[in-house]
């Protein structure tokens, strides 16, 4: 697929998701407590008291906001905001004086997001229509750059850094949860939409993900791996995973595959 189509074809798949038409992961449509899902993968108790529970769509791959040490009147920029999950959690550490900026480019989401600031009275947090490899922020605009479980969905990752690299303030720090591949997936599950919207197609090596943050121009590049493949739920009433688990072999796993990553640098 060419990067336009598969934009759009992500776009598609995750305004769906926001409108509830489709499950996908640890989402309530599919029987899952997504409580219950965050805290599996990271979140705790009393983080998750701060979030407002129509933004946790389940979604994530990791907790970036643990690794990013936020502090008092930071400005953290969120890329692939969705329905705001990180973004509110990132709002209550940097306190009223920060400020957390939520791009996305579904509508759908962006209109959940809003919602939910609204309704929940979170005044330090914006949400702007936007794509990741062409971030509506000013350059040296922001503190920290956190994501989580989007930027292997992009076609054009090299792009994503280097637009990071511009909005970070010097001395400004990257905290992205992701998911990355241990090895070359099977060509079938490399043709696949569904894989590539779950999350799995679009995934870089672990090694060639540390060279593309490099290359960037951001240093102290870590790209450690967490766990499996955690975002991935596999349930029969998940198309997306059904699909994904049909596209490997008989005797294989997803998890021979695809690892959880969280990934760290510095401007």
Same mark, same amino acid.
């Given at each position: 697929m060419d990067k336009e189509k598969t934009r759009k074809i992500v776009k598609e798949a995750y305004g769906k998701l926001a409108q509830g038409q489709d499950c996908c992961c640890g989402d309530t449509s599919c029987g899952t407590d997504t409580a219950e899902f965050a805290k599996s993968i990271g979140y705790t108790e009393e983080e998750l008291q701060v979030i407002p529970d129509e933004a946790n769509l389940a979604l994530s791959c990791g907790n970036p906001t643990a690794f990013a040490s936020l502090g008092n009147n930071e400005v953290v920029l969120d890329l692939g905001s969705g329905a705001g999950f990180d973004c509110f959690l990132a709002a209550a550490k940097v306190g009223p004086e920060g400020k957390v900026i939520g791009v996305d480019m579904t509508p759908e989401m962006l209109e959940k997001a809003r919602a939910n600031a609204k309704k929940n009275g979170v005044e330090n947090v914006e949400f702007?229509?936007?794509?990741?490899?062409?971030?509506?922020? !000013?350059?040296?605009?922001?503190?920290? %750059?956190?994501?989580?479980? #989007?930027?292997?969905?992009?076609?054009?990752?090299?792009? %994503?850094? $280097?637009?990071?690299? +511009?909005?970070?303030?010097?001395?400004?720090?990257?905290? #992205?949860?992701?998911?990355?591949?241990?090895?070359?997936?099977? +060509?079938?599950? $490399?043709?696949?939409?569904?894989?590539? %919207?779950?999350? %799995?197609?679009?995934?870089?090596? *672990?090694?060639?993900? $540390?060279?593309?943050?490099? !290359?960037?121009?951001?240093?102290? *590049?870590?790209?450690?791996?967490?766990?499996?493949?955690a975002c991935i739920c596999f349930d029969t009433k998940d198309p997306i995973g059904r699909a994904i688990l049909d596209s490997l072999g008989e005797d294989e796993s997803l998890d021979d595959y695809v690892v959880s990553v969280f990934i760290e640098g510095f401007k």
């Amino acid at each position: 697929m060419d990067k336009e189509k598969t934009r759009k074809i992500v776009k598609e798949a995750y305004g769906k998701l926001a409108q509830g038409q489709d499950c996908c992961c640890g989402d309530t449509s599919c029987g899952t407590d997504t409580a219950e899902f965050a805290k599996s993968i990271g979140y705790t108790e009393e983080e998750l008291q701060v979030i407002p529970d129509e933004a946790n769509l389940a979604l994530s791959c990791g907790n970036p906001t643990a690794f990013a040490s936020l502090g008092n009147n930071e400005v953290v920029l969120d890329l692939g905001s969705g329905a705001g999950f990180d973004c509110f959690l990132a709002a209550a550490k940097v306190g009223p004086e920060g400020k957390v900026i939520g791009v996305d480019m579904t509508p759908e989401m962006l209109e959940k997001a809003r919602a939910n600031a609204k309704k929940n009275g979170v005044e330090n947090v914006e949400f702007r229509l936007g794509e990741i490899e062409n971030i509506p922020v !000013a350059d040296n605009a922001v503190d920290v %750059v956190i994501s989580n479980c #989007v930027i292997n969905l992009s076609a054009d990752k090299p792009r %994503v850094f $280097q637009e990071i690299y +511009r909005v970070l303030k010097p001395g400004g720090r990257i905290a #992205v949860s992701d998911i990355a591949l241990l090895k070359e997936l099977p +060509r079938r599950t $490399q043709e696949s939409i569904e894989a590539y %919207v779950g999350c %799995v197609s679009g995934a870089l090596t *672990v090694g060639t993900l $540390q060279k593309t943050v490099e !290359a960037s121009g951001l240093h102290d *590049v870590s790209v450690s791996v967490k766990g499996s493949s955690a975002c991935i739920c596999f349930d029969t009433k998940d198309p997306i995973g059904r699909a994904i688990l049909d596209s490997l072999g008989e005797d294989e796993s997803l998890d021979d595959y695809v690892v959880s990553v969280f990934i760290e640098g510095f401007k």
